[in-house]
């Protein structure tokens, strides 16, 4: 089983839909949790990190479920400019910051 | 202004030749990390630094050596290249533990 996983997609939505990723992770002493997006032939760029508690930033949500080991990426109203290619990040635990990236899940928003 | 600069941004370089890609970041960060982003977009550690010091090593052939000279300078020196070597490097800093990381623009490494 791979440490992280996710949907590769693509997922194809119209302008102004909610569309909403999910990855798993394998490692339960996983401490810290992050989506980043990437672009075309670009660097993963932070979003946002993720809570237990779940948090919001404008139209994106993120939730983490501990028990069930898996992370969730809500993204409302999407806009042409969110397409690209979204990364799970999972921080594996045991010291040195040693982050483990799935292999993304690529989102097309159309006209 | 640019928070991770990485030179070069492209190499385009024979088999067997020996290359060095250049990191600095003027973030403050204490901890630095190099990524290797291969064809299948697949985007794994190599190498991580706190403070000067090694502190991750993923199994990486010994042609590559990373050389940390401050803790705002890293540096991956390539010996021997082969043609699986190319890719995109990607180097990163993060302030240190669960703290997120922020990369530079990539060096695309083509080997011919």
């Known amino acids: 089983r791979k440490e992280v996983e996710q949907d590769p997609g693509p997922f194809n939505v119209p302008e102004g839909a909610t569309v909403a990723f999910n990855c798993t992770y394998s490692?339960?002493?996983?401490?810290?949790f992050f989506w980043y997006r990437q672009d075309c032939r670009k660097e993963p760029k932070l979003l946002m990190s993720?809570?237990?508690s779940g948090n919001e930033d404008g139209r994106f949500t993120a939730q983490l479920n501990r028990a069930s080991q898996y992370i969730s990426l809500l993204i409302r109203d999407s806009k042409l400019s969110d397409s690209a290619t979204y990364l799970c990040?999972?921080?594996?635990?045991?010291?040195?910051?040693?982050?483990?990236f799935g292999t993304g899940t690529q989102l097309k928003v159309e006209l | 202004d640019t928070a991770v600069s990485q030179t070069p941004k492209y190499l385009v370089t024979q088999m067997g030749n020996d290359k060095s890609i250049k990191c600095e970041q003027n973030?403050?960060?204490?901890?630095m990390y190099w990524y290797k982003q291969d064809s299948k977009k697949f985007l794994k550690i190599m190498f991580s630094?706190?403070?000067?010091?090694?502190?991750i090593n993923e199994t990486v052939p010994n042609r590559f050596s990373p050389k940390s000279p401050d803790k705002a300078h890293l540096n991956l020196h390539i010996n021997s290249l082969e043609l699986g070597d190319s890719a995109v490097y990607f180097c990163?800093?993060?302030?240190?533990?669960?703290?997120?990381?922020?990369f530079g623009d990539g060096t695309r490494l083509s080997i011919l």
């Open positions: 973030l403050g960060h204490d901890t």
């Open positions: 490692n339960s002493a996983s401490q810290s």
């Open positions: 990163a800093s993060s302030h240190g533990d669960n703290q997120p990381q922020h």
């Open positions: 990040v999972v921080n594996r635990g045991g010291g040195g910051n040693k982050l483990t």
């Open positions: 993720v809570y237990s």
């Open positions: 630094y706190n403070n000067k010091e090694l502190i």
